[in-house]
């Protein structure tokens, strides 16, 4: 049996997967209230196919509670945040994990850890932990790495076909632990040690976030003398060794705009690049803000309740809101006492900001100015909706003639 300890955005459709694959699956989560919601059925997140594989996994046996099971593997899928001063990776929801986990597993148990950590995390924060708790490592209990690298708004196709890395003390565990993958996973698995599966996986995100941050610097730069950032980016991109990626307003979510501070955070005056490309990126919702400012005042627009801002989540057709480059901006306005801009989302269904709107027309109807920030399917359908407003377009997704772009 499989125990699944997390159930947010990986430690769900992960569960999901394997107990519609036939594994056996209980999924834990400390959240007492999102455990009942998942037994009354209730998805707590919205993704493209999981009502369908829930209902599979619901029909194939899955259970959900807030308990640690007995069990001969767990899969840890818990947040891993980092500490915004030191910049480093802070341990407690794993080292809380597992400690949970040492009071019920079973003998010769696999611990596999799915959550991005930085390089050493598991020599540093979770062998002491189990060492200290009498745990023998190879014998008590296993350890292996096995980070996951799902795209939200693609989660379950990337979970059945992705390439996964599955990093682990010694060969047999490695197997144990690829065999288990293999239920589901179309993709190549590569095995390898724990600390080789840490640093790749950080070093994924980080290169996106790096590459990000070239797309954003040459949109200022373009800005600054007039040219077409998009143009360029289109044209350079004929080459067949460039691939530059998209500027926007900033990097938002749970893990591009974090796991780079794991390395500026463990390796100060070695990781350069990185934290440049992170001072980029954190840079661009000012950025936007002053292309507002200077959009308004080419327009002769002085009422700021006259904006509105399209798009709250971090990107386009999911739901999800953390480091959402919309919030930071927001923020921002207020440190200026910009009060009084009017904000919609068609994905955020509560309201968690002022002047939130939650219909698209009635939002249109309060506003001379829109502010593009996120390029949701549901603008792209509407776009025509959206003529005869002063447009900023800052994820270049609007045709319309007289756009202002970033
Ligand atoms: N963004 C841009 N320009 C681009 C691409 C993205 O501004 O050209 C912005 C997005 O709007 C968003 C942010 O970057 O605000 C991050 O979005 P994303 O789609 O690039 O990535 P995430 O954070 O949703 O998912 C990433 C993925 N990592 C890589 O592609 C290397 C995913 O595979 C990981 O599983 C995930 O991080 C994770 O959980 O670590």
Known sequence: ???????????????????????????????????????????????????????????????????????????????????????????????????????????????????????????????????????????????????????????????????????????????????????????????????????????????????????????????SDNMDVYEIIRIANMHPRVNILSPGPGVGGHCISVDPWFLVGDYPGLANIILAARKINDSMPEFVLERIHDVMKERGLKDVTRVGL????????????????TLQMLECMEKHLAHGVKVYDPWVKRDIVENQYHDLDKFLDEVDMVVILVGHSELKDNMHKLRGKIILDTRNVCDLDGVYRL
């Open 1 to 223: 049996m499989i125990n699944v300890i997390g159930l947010g955005y990986i430690g769900l459709p992960t569960a999901l997967m394997l107990a519609s694959h036939g594994v056996k699956v209980v999924g834990t989560d400390c959240n007492r209230a999102l455990v009942d919601e998942l037994n009354a059925g209730r998805l707590s997140f919205e993704e493209k196919g999981l009502n369908e594989l829930f209902s599979a996994a619901v029909n194939a046996g899955i259970r959900f509670t807030h308990e640690y099971q007995k069990a001969d593997m767990y899969i840890v899928a818990v947040p891993t945040p980092y500490d915004k001063r030191s910049k480093k990776l802070d341990a407690c929801y794993i080292v809380s994990a597992v400690k949970e986990i040492m009071k019920v597993s079973s003998k010769g148990a696999i611990v596999v850890l799915e959550s991005t950590v930085s390089p050493g995390t598991v020599d540093k924060y979770i062998r002491p932990v189990l060492k200290s708790g009498g745990m023998v490592i190879g014998e008590d209990i296993n350890l292996a790495h096995a980070p996951e690298r799902i795209i939200p708004g693609n989660m379950i196709h990337e979970l059945k076909f992705n390439a996964r890395t599955i990093g682990a003390d010694n060969p047999d565990i490695a197997e144990k632990v690829k065999a288990v993958y293999s239920t589901f996973c179309e993709g190549e698995i590569v095995t390898t040690d724990i600390c080789t599966a840490e640093m790749t996986k950080v070093v994924e995100n980080t290169y996106r976030d790096i590459n990000i941050a070239y797309a954003n610097e040459l949109a200022k730069i373009c800005r």
């Open 310 to 325: 399209y798009g709250i989540t971090y990107k386009e057709d999911v739901d999800d809101v953390r480091e959402s480059p």
